[in-house]
């Protein structure tokens, strides 16, 4: 999620303090009545946890994206450099074996 940029991070943590801040309002205001102002606080709070699902929804897409993108630019460099793709599986192989033997 590196690429995620500092506007979404915010957007999404904005919604979800937003979502807490109407849940406690929700129970203090539900703790001994049932009326209006009950039902209204439900729906905020209800039209709060869509709006941060539809935002999680969003970036969870996005980083599938991302993630196809970087596996299939990773293929293309397997096939365009397959030596050196060897190369480096068997150095990182080496270097694994290393630090489990010294375990």
């Known amino acids: 999620m590196s ?7 915010d957007r999404l943590m904005n919604d979800l303090h ?8 929700l129970l203090r205001a539900t703790a001994g009545s049932s009326g209006e102002g009950a039902s209204e606080l ?6 709060s946890l ?3 699902r539809r935002n999680l929804a969003d ?14 630019a ?3 460099y397997v ?3 397959p030596w050196q793709s060897i190369g480096l599986a068997a150095g990182v192989g ?6 489990i033997s010294r375990r």
């Open 3 to 9: 690429d995620m940029n500092s506007a979404q991070k």
């Open 18 to 25: 937003a979502v807490v801040a109407e849940a406690e309002s």
């Open 42 to 47: 439900r729906a905020k709070v209800q039209a």
């Open 50 to 52: 869509d709006k941060a």
């Open 59 to 72: 970036l969870q897409d996005a980083a599938v994206e991302r993630a196809r993108a970087a596996g299939r």
């Open 74 to 76: 990773t293929d293309a």
């Open 79 to 81: 096939h365009d450099n």
């Open 94 to 99: 080496l270097l694994l074996g290393m630090l």
